[in-house]
């Protein structure tokens, strides 16, 4: 039962137009939602959150967007660079940090 | 570098072998919590651990795995007789308390002939 859903494994954009990642749940129990950027061989990193109570959260060139009667978050990355280039995994959880949900990723490609 | 540190990085272990997968969280990090990645999948939670106290393992297979992080030294995740299924990606990760991200390792990758 995949309970946090990424429909696109890839996307690509040409560098410098926005790049939206997407993102469903199933579990109405979510109340914290994370995006992680993973590069090859390494392990995924933190990028940005948003809790249940807010419906979006800005982090310099990263927006997320939470609708949560569609049971849908997106990723907003703009400008897109190059060095975005990496698989960004959606995340949920139920009443903290530990204990996170995965996605199965989407590979992002920023055409240079 | 002050990050979470993983060894081995690349594991290879005969059917039956045991596994034995190493996790030093961040300094100032008391918080340990094991996953794994399966080629196409996503990551999976598999346990969570405290100073010398298990936390939460539900997402540990009942038989062959087991997890510990001691007083003194890495966390430890041991996988008993493995099997080629047991061939993933394995992340650990760390926080600092219970409402903070987690800081992933580089992970070790399994792999069983």
């Known amino acids: 039962d995949q309970q946090v859903k990424q429909n696109s494994p890839s996307l690509s954009v040409q560098e410098g137009r926005i790049s939206i990642l997407n993102c469903d749940y199933t579990?109405?129990?979510?109340?914290?939602f994370l995006w992680y950027k993973k590069y090859p061989a390494e392990g995924p990193t933190f990028l940005i959150s948003?809790?249940?109570?807010?419906d979006k959260n800005e982090d310099g060139r990263f927006t997320v967007f939470l609708n949560k009667s569609a049971k849908h978050l997106s990723l907003h990355i703009v400008p897109s660079q190059p060095g975005d280039s990496a698989v960004y995994f959606c995340a949920a959880s139920d009443g903290g940090y530990q204990k996170v949900t995965f996605g199965t990723g989407t590979k992002l490609q920023v055409i240079p | 570098n002050a990050g979470v540190m993983q060894n081995p990085r690349h594991l290879v272990r005969r059917r039956g072998q045991e596994a034995r997968l190493r996790c030093s969280p961040m300094?100032?990090?008391?918080?340990v919590y094991w996953y794994r990645q399966l080629p196409e999948e996503g990551l999976k939670f598999m346990v969570y651990?405290?100073?010398?106290?298990?936390?939460?393992e539900s997402g540990m297979p009942k038989e062959r795995f087991s997890a510990e992080f001691p007083k003194e030294g890495p966390s430890i995740l041991r996988i008993q007789q493995v099997v080629r299924g047991d061939s993933a990606a394995y992340f650990c990760?760390?926080?600092?308390?219970?409402?903070?991200?987690?800081?992933f390792g580089n992970g070790t990758r399994l792999t069983v002939t």
């Open positions: 579990n109405s129990m979510f109340d914290y």
């Open positions: 300094k100032g990090h008391s918080h």
């Open positions: 990760a760390s926080s600092i308390d219970t409402v903070s991200p987690l800081h």
């Open positions: 948003i809790s249940s109570i807010k």
């Open positions: 651990l405290q100073k010398e106290n298990i936390i939460d």
